[in-house]
Nanobody, 122 residues
């Protein structure tokens, strides 16, 4: 089992910045990738960013490229999502998820945090 806990959400003006944190605990050796997702009211949950647990490779949704940066601190078992130049459309509940290998060649986000609210005021 892996536990993930997000923190760092809040209210910010458009153009501002926030940094989200996601702390993992438990069987962290089984983590392959950490993902960030968000869900706005009335919308489906969408992928935001991902970072590999060991190598630090990153991937971003087109909507956040150039504005959001994911990083990790393996010593703290924590990943971060630095969000700059925030827009009102970034308003959502942000979730962190731990992806683990469920079988060779297949990764699945099996462990999710409770989410943290990010609100960007115009």
């Amino acid at each position: 089992q892996v536990q993930v806990v997000e923190s760092g959400g809040g209210l910010v003006q458009a153009g501002g910045s926030l940094r989200l944190s996601c702390a993992a605990s438990g069987r962290t050796f089984s983590i392959y990738v950490m993902g960030w997702f968000r869900q706005a009211p009335g919308k489906k949950r969408e992928f935001v960013a991902a970072i590999s647990w060991s190598g630090g490779n990153t991937d971003y949704a087109d909507s956040v490229k150039g504005r959001f940066t994911s990083s990790r601190d393996n010593a703290k078992n924590t990943v971060y999502l630095q969000m700059n130049s925030l827009k009102p459309e970034d308003t959502a509940v942000y979730y962190c998820a731990a992806g683990v290998a469920v079988k060779p060649g297949t990764m699945r986000y099996d462990y999710w945090g409770q989410g943290t609210q990010v609100t960007v005021a115009s």
